[in-house]
């Protein structure tokens, strides 16, 4: 167990930032990040001799997020108890974020779910589009026209707030 505890460790410390990012920006609305770090850095220990290629660690944990949350979103559909705003969303603390990253975290999580990941992986992350054509089994240019298509409506969602907040105002 401590051999396996410390190759864990070793191979999760350099993707911390990453795993991070991804979990912010994918969990908005959600469920708060750190939940979403904690319960899928748990379930990846208990899988972790499942790992076939260690150097797919990242992968491996971003494919148990997206199920976290996946899993999560289910049980919030079938469950009438669970503390949500008038929006329907997870209250979070405002002071966690900026103004500037929730106005993009909620954006993003208007997008359809292709081009939301594909703007993650590749503008918060860091990705290449090459990685996240071989994280997603997708080929290149479908991925930059995800990526495109997303950024478009991003831009149209960010501009089309920031004139409706303009007007409200005057």
């Known amino acids: 167990m ?19 990012r991804f979990c912010k920006a994918r969990s908005y609305g959600k469920m708060p990040f750190k ?22 660690f990242l992968y491996f944990l971003f494919g148990i997020a997206t199920r976290v949350l996946s899993n999560q979103q289910k049980k919030r559909q079938y469950s009438a108890l669970s503390e949500m705003d008038a929006n329907g969303l997870v209250v979070e603390s405002v ?10 975290y909620k954006a993003l999580s208007l ?7 594909a703007i993650i992986l590749f503008e918060i992350v860091g990705f290449s589009v090459r990685e996240i054509a071989g994280y997603q089994k997708r080929s290149e240019e479908s991925i930059r026209q995800q990526l495109s298509r997303g950024r478009k409506k991003l831009l149209d969602l960010l501009t089309e707030k920031a004139i409706l907040k303009s007007l409200s105002y005057e």
């Open 2 to 20: 401590s051999q396996s505890k410390e190759s864990f460790l070793i191979l999760y410390q350099p993707v911390h930032q990453s795993f991070e």
């Open 35 to 56: 939940d979403l770090m904690q319960e899928s850095l748990l379930i990846a220990f208990s899988k972790f001799d499942k790992l076939e290629d260690p150097n797919k």
């Open 95 to 104: 002071a966690e974020r900026s103004a500037d990253a929730e106005r993009l």
């Open 111 to 117: 997008l359809p779910p292709e081009q939301r990941e």
